[in-house]
């Protein structure tokens, strides 16, 4: 369901941090041939008002997760993923405690799923998070391993411990098998990999970057978000600097795919330098980031965000307004639903009436559930 991966923006950020002169051997990342134009006006998606647009006016603030101070419990360091069962139960990636918490819809905390740390089942470096079978079952993408456990009332038993043969944090599951996407140079067949519970490779598909170089191809693949519709088995993806949407099927065909008019892409600079190459994220003002990629059941939410440089902060970044986009998973035709309610706070999920939301609050991360008054 949920995919909030924002591990990417920050290595593009510290990439953003030393700048370098252009030269005549300097290509522009993306290309013109790896940014998709639709031919059908219904699959172009702007800011548009439409009677669809949400009110927040109307939404009001049940619940809270994360404290500036208190228990480890209640702090969220970095937050970098998070899903909901839609039987009540909240979960998240907390990336700076090497943790993946539970919590209940009214904010009360339920348990940690584990422990950090290098023995079976625990954490090291936790970024990847999919809630399986109506919250049975989730599945953790840890650095090198991925996670399966099962919950039982309010306690998660490892149930398997997996090393997928082509390894990537961006991860959805359903229907008995998960998905992730990564680059390997050797594998040709796709760049979003199916897998079974067990970790068993099935099959690869999907269109990777279109260029010749190996590093620039890995680097553009890794930014990616992927969501998985259970109801009618598509897998949507994203990616940063290429403002389009795909959806795909459990074996891998393009059902439909989606571009955004007012994307603004944010671009790789690839240069050559006294005989050394150097490639550079440049994230200028007004860029575009997609920070979000979900589905409830019938549709897929996607969320993406411009930004500007902020040199009072840690990571000098911030977001001036961000835009949401509903998608019918089975059609792939989809409306402008509007802003969210701050410009620094992103949607993570849709319940219902139950909408969630992450904000840097004050300077610490929160999770913030809504409900129509």
Known sequence: MMRYVRCNLILSVVLLLFSLGT????????TKENIPVSSDPRFELGHSDNEKMWNWDMMDV????????GHAYEMIGLLMNFDIDQNGTMYYVDLMYSQVRAYGYDGEFIADVS??????????????????EDGRKIIVG????????RREEDIFNLISTNRPAYKGHAL??????????????????????KYTLDGNWENSFGKPYNYKKPFIVSMIML????????????????TNHIPVMTGYSEDGEVLWQVTFSDYRSGTVLESVENGRMYH????????????????????????????????????????????IFRIDARTGLGHYLGTGPEPSEHLLAVDGEYRFTTTQNEGFPQIRVYKPR
């Open 62 to 69: 049940i619940a809270t997760v994360g404290v500036n101070e």
């Open 115 to 132: 422990t950090s740390g290098g023995g079976p089942g625990e954490f090291r470096q936790p970024l990847g998070l999919s809630v399986i």
């Open 280 to 323: 550079t994220v440049l994230l200028e003002d007004g860029t575009s980031v997609f920070q979000s990629l979900f589905s409830d059941g019938n549709y897929f939410y996607v969320t993406y965000g411009f930004v500007e440089k902020d040199s009072g902060n840690m990571l000098p970044l911030k977001f001036t307004e961000n835009h």
């Open 142 to 149: 840890d650095i090198e391993v991925d996670h399966v456990f």
């Open 172 to 193: 959805c599951a359903m229907n008995g098998y998960y998905y992730n996407q990564s680059y390997v140079e050797e594998q040709h067949d796709g760049v979003i990999h």
């Open 23 to 30: 030269s005549a051997q300097s290509v522009i990342h993306p």
């Open 223 to 238: 930014d990616a978000m992927l969501a998985c519709n259970v109801k009618h088995g598509v897998i949507a993806q994203v």
